[in-house]
């Protein structure tokens, strides 16, 4: 019976980093899948479990009917060939790891492998939310069986060659998907058969100016990249979003940049949301404190100052996340709240 055991834990495959990076993740909550992918918790999956904090959803319920109770967040790819500076994840060379994210991977996992791992982890995670005495019973009993994934927890998920697969994986099992990409992998958006629920591009900057200085991108070419991506991505046939991280006197500057690239870009939401200074974003090699976060207003008022340049309607405004919703128009604002559940 050992040895079967033994045989069979030899068939999972250990991630593909260096033993300590990967220690230091699994330290901040990071649970891995295979080779390459991961879940982790949410702050709003937890918190919207919990009966004394009942309607603390994150901004995707309120914004687009997403229910935070029954939210996978999980990557497929850990490794990210930016290093944007507000960024709040690891960023190896910074730990003292010498890593080449860009090819990292000798072998790609299976897509089915990789969802039934994400779906099981993510369940063994809440697990021990099921005793506990302020957690709702009833969203609990509903969060075994989630309905939404949200590809986004680090890296740059168009690494994996199998994207279109693994988003097809998902949509027969009813679990909608929400894929965020940094916006650099122009082939891998052209190869896409399968569309996500949702499709994110990550706008870091609104000139090749600050982008660079902002993302410190480790490929050449990443804002001309970019700017090809963005001609690609608009003509897509699913809901596309920009998502903005904006960090006082860095990158929340120029409104007519940002409203020139979404005239590019032609996306139907725009979320303008404010840098938060945690996790490696406090590492002192990436130069940003903790005055640098925006508060409530400046987010607001820089919203609504791209709304004027660009036509977008300000339609929302979620404050824990300090984040503002713009929508093309008027069509587009009545179907954002649509019904992603089984």
């Given at each position: 019976?050992?040895?079967?055991?033994?045989?069979?834990?030899?068939?999972?495959?250990?991630?593909?980093?260096?033993?300590?990076?990967?220690?230091?993740?699994k330290?901040?909550?990071?649970?891995?899948?295979?080779r390459?992918?991961?879940?982790?918790?949410?702050?709003?999956?937890?918190?919207?479990?919990?009966?004394?904090?009942?309607?603390?959803?994150?901004?995707?319920h309120?914004?687009?009917?997403?229910?935070?109770?029954?939210?996978?967040?999980?990557?497929?790819a850990?490794?990210?060939?930016?290093a944007?500076?507000?960024?709040?994840?690891i960023?190896?060379?910074?730990?003292?790891?010498k890593w080449?994210?860009?090819?990292a991977?000798?072998?790609?996992d299976?897509?089915e492998?990789?969802?039934?791992?994400?779906?099981?982890?993510?369940?063994?995670?809440?697990?021990?939310?099921?005793?506990h005495?302020?957690?709702d019973?009833a969203?609990?009993?509903?969060?075994?069986d989630?309905?939404?994934?949200?590809?986004?927890l680090?890296?740059?998920?168009?690494?994996y060659?199998?994207?279109?697969?693994?988003?097809?994986?998902?949509?027969?099992?009813?679990?909608?998907?929400?894929?965020?990409t940094?916006?650099t992998?122009?082939?891998?958006?052209?190869?896409?058969?399968?569309?996500p629920?949702?499709?994110?591009?990550s706008?870091?900057?609104?000139?090749?100016?600050?982008?660079?200085?902002?993302?410190?991108?480790?490929?050449?070419?990443?804002?001309?990249?970019?700017?090809?991506?963005?001609?690609?991505?608009?003509?897509?046939q699913?809901?596309?979003?920009?998502?903005?991280?904006l960090?006082?006197?860095?990158?929340?500057?120029?409104?007519?940049?940002?409203?020139?690239?979404?005239?590019?870009?032609?996306?139907?939401?725009?979320?303008?949301?404010?840098?938060?200074?945690?996790?490696g974003?406090r590492?002192k090699?990436?130069?940003?404190?903790?005055?640098q976060?925006?508060?409530?207003?400046?987010?607001?008022?820089?919203?609504?100052?791209?709304?004027?340049k660009?036509?977008?309607?300000?339609?929302?405004?979620?404050?824990?996340s300090?984040?503002?919703?713009?929508?093309?128009?008027?069509?587009?604002?009545?179907?954002?709240?649509?019904?992603?559940?089984?």
């Amino acid at each position: 019976m050992e040895n079967n055991k033994l045989q069979n834990a030899s068939l999972v495959p250990e991630p593909h980093m260096p033993q300590g990076l990967a220690q230091t993740m699994k330290k901040q909550g990071y649970h891995f899948v295979g080779r390459h992918s991961a879940t982790k918790i949410c702050n709003y999956t937890a918190s919207s479990l919990k009966k004394k904090t009942i309607n603390h959803t994150c901004y995707k319920h309120r914004f687009y009917g997403i229910r935070s109770w029954r939210c996978i967040q999980a990557t497929p790819a850990i490794g990210c060939n930016l290093a944007c500076s507000f960024c709040w994840r690891i960023i190896p060379e910074e730990e003292g790891f010498k890593w080449n994210e860009l090819n990292a991977i000798g072998e790609w996992d299976d897509p089915e492998m990789i969802v039934e791992g994400l779906i099981k982890e993510h369940k063994r995670i809440i697990s021990g939310y099921g005793g506990h005495a302020d957690v709702d019973k009833a969203r609990w009993d509903e969060a075994q069986d989630p309905a939404h994934v949200a590809l986004s927890l680090t890296g740059e998920p168009l690494f994996y060659p199998k994207i279109s697969m693994l988003i097809d994986a998902f949509h027969k099992r009813k679990i909608s998907t929400f894929l965020v990409t940094n916006g650099t992998m122009v082939n891998a958006l052209k190869k896409l058969t399968t569309l996500p629920t949702q499709l994110y591009v990550s706008v870091q900057a609104p000139n090749k100016e600050v982008y660079e200085k902002v993302t410190r991108p480790k490929t050449p070419n990443a804002w001309n990249s970019f700017q090809e991506f963005l001609d690609v991505f608009s003509k897509l046939q699913t809901r596309r979003v920009f998502r903005l991280t904006l960090v006082n006197g860095v990158n929340m500057v120029d409104a007519d940049g940002y409203a020139k690239l979404m005239a590019k870009g032609k996306p139907h939401y725009v979320e303008v949301k404010g840098f938060v200074y945690v996790g490696g974003a406090r590492n002192k090699e990436r130069g940003l404190s903790y005055s640098q976060m925006p508060r409530n207003e400046d987010i607001r008022a820089f919203a609504e100052e791209i709304s004027k340049k660009s036509g977008y309607i300000l339609a929302d405004y979620h404050e824990s996340s300090n984040i503002a919703l713009l929508c093309s128009d008027s069509e587009a604002a009545r179907k954002r709240i649509i019904d992603f559940e089984k």
